[in-house]
């Protein structure tokens, strides 16, 4: 066959190009590769597992293996980040700050499973669809976006590189909804549907805030340095206060814009100013042209 | 090693403090856990090799085994299908209502069949870019998201719990186009590109209807009971009539809308009002501004 | 029980009803099922590996199996792609062809590799929250489309039919961003978070072009043969000139729209026409309402 021919002939040339390109670029040795990359989701899968314990194993769970079965994939997960974190991690720090990032994590996980609680409550109570919270923690992408992003969000604090951003993008392409793993957000958050939604990494975000699908808390144009590069630190992304609501499609831009408490955006809101606590935000723009076509 | 150490002595601990987090929330033996989620998958990937038979094994295709690899898939997904429906159906439905229930899911099969392929049709006559319905069966993700629903809207009519949405959420993870199994949708529908879509479940459409990505079907704000909670089980969503174009972005709110037949709503219109038949409805936004920069 | 009953009993039917109705509709011999979309998958993890070498196999990379892995991924993903080539090709094509397109491929690789990295720069300087390559390689859903787009773009190129929409497909899914493959895209390209992107099958883009989610690069309505199908083979999507950017939501159609070269396009745009190079467009439309609730 003309192409096992050319194969034998020809790849060894290719590979030796590709490797040569790909060392000019992406240095071997600190790098997690791919299987980290799929590494990373399957932690995130088992620490789903082991935060929602009774929904882990089987059809059938027996009580006294559900204890065991919790923290099985609580250790196997450990070990395995702690593994991708010293991969990461500047050479110049210790794996003791490996272990330390790991131990801090898993210390916080009743606290971010009650918080994931009031997320589950948050959804229930802002969905006239939904009929029993069985149904929200299996079939609503938020609480998948929100349980990950929770996560991400302690990894983020501890200064772990790329790893918290690759979970981000799990969940990104699980749900539909980005967010960056440094926002910081509160208590009985709710997304519904959720695709298209972004949400910028120095946000901040208070409780009992629920947004709609297509909802963008993003950034104006930003600096650049003398290189051209972008300023990287800045505080680029809005402030959302309690209680507010946004719908879909709004679009609130900007470090220095904050959305008062209990207020409600609009759909479709194109927003790059504060507006105060208690607002209602609404388009003014004209209404369709309705044109009977017989 | 130091996380080695801590893991043996604190895990136990947090792992019972996050089983008796979730075991003041969740039912354990009601429930059909993450197993019963991909579980919930997999009946579906199975039901659509049945459905479109001769594309579901190996790249060779004997005539006298597409028969029987229907039977077996179908054979299959109804027992595992009837198993996780006993599961979620309150516990004083005898099991002969699951088997009911199965029994006339794959009874309407054939009839589904035929309606999905109104629905490649129409995907086949509103895209200039295809060139052929293998493509379409193959690439895109309309057919997937409608073979899904179509499947889940019988399931939700037949008063199963949660299974429904899961199905519907899957089709969603797997197209970004959230169809609520409630939603009552006519023959020959398609969804160009789809990401963003969202059909709410008291939505009913027609025949013939098109739509582009990022269109919402949705609620306009919902009416609390005593409690503050939403209202369940009211009309929120708005009707769509037979021969219906609606373009990239557009939001259509309200239970007592309704888009007259042959209409056509232009892109990113917001509408909360009904129109009459034959209606064309476009922005009279102002044209953008446009200003030279050199 | 009644259900095993019935599967007995009716399954045989509804399997014969359900292959008759197929039958009806798509041709046997000639596709490549759902196996052949599954290891169309395969192959571009395989290619991913192949072009990111260094990232491909276990944590650990030692040197010498670096190249030997290279080759391997290749050639096996070669002899798989030469297959499913066959299978879609009309049948009047050798099957030489198949093996001519496969081997054009290849040979490319090297190309596209250098020209994906201009992709990955062009995230970096283009993203302030970004901190390294390595994070845009493993959390950017641009860089993972783009990748996909640059293999299916040369299938399109040497008129392989369906593999290179499924392909595009693939990608649509794992990130919202829907390119279709007949779209010719320049160097430096960067879509950022990219959920709802629309590119269509005859767009030109540009170098250095930026792009943000919820972009449509799409068509205005198209015109009808005499039996009332969309014809074929019509440019139909807008060009986009060097160095532009657009923002979140902007929608330009027509395939005689031109955005000239260094313009920005604002957010939420609606554009139809053409605009001069360095132009800068923005709404117009009035500012939202903003009202004190209390």
């Known amino acids: 066959m003309k192409l096992n021919d050319w194969l034998n002939n020809e790849i060894p040339n ?4 590709l490797e040569d390109v790909h060392k000019n670029y992406f240095s071997i040795d600190k790098t997690i590769g791919f299987e980290g990359q799929q590494k990373i989701y399957q932690i995130l899968e088992n620490f789903r597992s082991a935060l929602f314990p009774c929904l882990c194993d089987k059809y059938t769970n027996e009580d006294d293996r559900i204890n065991i079965n919790i923290g ?22 210790s794996l003791e700050e490996a272990d330390q990032i790991v131990i801090d994590l898993i210390n916080k996980f009743p606290t971010i499973r009650k918080t994931i609680q009031t997320d589950i409550q948050a959804a229930y109570n802002g969905d006239p669809a939904t009929t029993s919270t069985d149904e929200i923690l299996f079939s609503y992408p938020s609480i998948q976006a929100i349980t990950i992003h929770r996560i991400a969000h302690e990894l983020y604090n501890s200064n772990v590189p790329i790893i918290p951003r690759i979970m981000a993008e799990y969940a990104h392409q699980l749900t539909g909804i980005d967010i960056h793993p440094g926002a910081s957000i509160g208590e009985y958050f709710f ?5 298209g939604v972004v949400i910028g990494e120095t946000c901040t975000i208070g409780k009992n805030v629920k947004i709609y699908q297509g909802v ?9 340095d003398e290189h051209g590069n972008p300023i990287k630190g800045i505080k680029r992304h809005p402030n959302i206060e309690d209680n ?15 959305i008062g408490h209990d207020s409600t955006i609009g759909g479709n809101i194109w ?10 935000v609404y388009n003014s723009q004209p209404l369709p042209n309705i044109k009977n076509g017989v």
């Open 14 to 17: 290719i590979a030796k190009s």
């Open 72 to 93: 099985n994939k609580l250790r196997t997960s450990a070990l395995d980040l702690r593994f991708l974190i010293e991969k990461v991690l500047p050479k110049d720090q």
């Open 191 to 195: 997304i519904d549907h959720g695709t």
């Open 216 to 224: 963008t808390l993003g950034a104006k144009s930003f600096p650049l």
């Open 244 to 258: 507010v609501v946004i719908y879909a499609g709004a679009t609130i831009l900007g470090g220095d814009t904050t």
């Open 271 to 280: 927003l790059t100013q504060s507006v105060p606590p208690n607002s209602r």
